[in-house]
């Protein structure tokens, strides 16, 4: 089953621990999840701009760097609205995960039963 | 439009560059030789093989063949790195600035990080970055223009 956690959310929560740009991004979500979780730059950039079209993030351009062929990096950092939809998206996350395992494993026969 | 001395210019370029790494890839079959040379060297009898001149002989064609394969793989990554720039160049005419400056800007930085981890498939790494890519900001850029038209739409 592919990982049902989205691009979006995943970058909500990397952009909690600071701004930061897309390669930098992908690194940190690879690096919280344990290595669960792979943004590729099909997903990372679109994921990105959606979200400040939303109001959730917003951008700036750094200085540029000769690694890069003399272009800068957009660095993206929340805003108070990505900062609600992050903590949001955390507490969905720990409603319908968050219960301890021993709870799921004692809800689930009777589930089935009914 | 691209001007057409940018073109001619460009293609010079790759063609010298070209010429290039086909120049470096026979200096890498003359080491092949000092190679030969070196067994040569070791199959002579022990009192041949010991005398001073063949040892100074020996360590000084090893010491030109670790210059040489030094020199051979800074040449063509700053070649790689030269290519995959015009590459991307042309990319930067096509597609709009901010996603230039986005993604091709990050591909580049990835690629420059592949020049440090070591491993025999690192230009397969960065042609495979070098092809997507070109493939995910003709997608990405389809996908700009089609939120630009929808949000005009429902203006």
Same mark, same amino acid.
């Given at each position: 089953?592919?990982?049902?956690?989205?691009?979006?959310?995943?970058?909500?929560?990397?952009?909690?621990?600071?701004?930061?740009?897309?390669?930098?991004?992908?690194?940190?979500?690879?690096?919280?999840?344990?290595?669960?979780?792979?943004?590729?730059?099909?997903?990372?950039?679109?994921?990105?701009?959606?979200?400040?079209?939303?109001?959730?993030?917003?951008?700036?351009?750094?200085?540029?760097?000769?690694?890069?062929?003399?272009?800068?990096?957009?660095?993206?950092?929340?805003?108070?609205?990505?900062?609600?939809?992050?903590?949001?998206?955390?507490?969905?996350?720990?409603?319908?995960?968050?219960?301890?395992?021993?709870?799921?494993?004692?809800?689930?026969?009777?589930?089935?039963?009914? | 439009?691209?001007?057409?001395?940018?073109? @001619? +210019?460009?293609? $010079?370029?790759? =063609?010298?560059?070209?010429?290039?790494?086909?120049? *470096? /890839?026979?200096?890498?079959? #003359? %080491?092949?030789?000092?190679?030969?040379?070196? @067994? +040569?060297?070791? $199959?002579?009898? =022990?009192?041949?093989?010991?005398?001073?001149?063949? *040892? /100074?002989?020996?360590?000084? #064609? %090893?010491?030109?063949?670790?210059?040489?394969?030094?020199?051979?793989? $800074?040449?063509?990554?700053?070649?790689?790195?030269?290519?995959?720039?015009?590459?991307?160049?042309?990319?930067?005419?096509?597609?709009?600035?901010?996603?230039?400056?986005?993604?091709?800007?990050?591909?580049?930085?990835?690629?420059?990080?592949?020049?440090?981890?070591?491993?025999?498939?690192?230009?397969?790494?960065?042609?495979?970055?070098?092809?997507?890519?070109?493939?995910?900001?003709?997608?990405?850029?389809?996908?700009?223009?089609?939120?630009?038209?929808?949000?005009?739409?429902?203006?």
């Amino acid at each position: 089953m592919d990982n049902p956690v989205t691009a979006k959310a995943a970058l909500l929560r990397a952009l909690v621990q600071g701004e930061g740009f897309g390669l930098d991004l992908i690194d940190r979500v690879k690096v919280m999840s344990g290595g669960e979780v792979m943004l590729g730059q099909g997903s990372v950039y679109p994921a990105l701009r959606d979200l400040e079209r939303e109001g959730l993030v917003s951008s700036w351009e750094g200085e540029p760097t000769a690694e890069r062929g003399g272009r800068p990096r957009r660095y993206y950092k929340l805003t108070a609205l990505g900062k609600r939809a992050a903590l949001d998206t955390r507490r969905t996350v720990m409603a319908l995960f968050g219960a301890p395992v021993g709870a799921l494993r004692l809800a689930l026969p009777s589930a089935v039963a009914r | 439009m691209i001007p057409l001395a940018v073109r @001619a +210019f460009s293609l $010079r370029k790759m =063609v010298v560059l070209w010429m290039l790494r086909r120049s *470096i /890839r026979e200096n890498r079959r #003359l %080491i092949g030789y000092a190679e030969m040379t070196q @067994a +040569f060297f070791q $199959r002579l009898e =022990v009192p041949h093989r010991e005398s001073p001149e063949a *040892i /100074r002989l020996l360590k000084k #064609l %090893i010491r030109a063949k670790e210059n040489q394969a030094r020199l051979d793989e $800074r040449t063509l990554w700053v070649m790689d790195f030269d290519m995959v720039s015009l590459v991307f160049e042309v990319f930067n005419l096509i597609v709009p600035r901010r996603l230039a400056n986005e993604e091709i800007g990050d591909a580049m930085e990835h690629i420059s990080r592949l020049r440090k981890s070591p491993g025999p498939w690192r230009s397969a790494a960065v042609a495979t970055r070098v092809l997507s890519t070109g493939f995910w900001i003709a997608i990405n850029c389809l996908r700009e223009i089609r939120a630009a038209t929808k949000g005009r739409k429902s203006d």
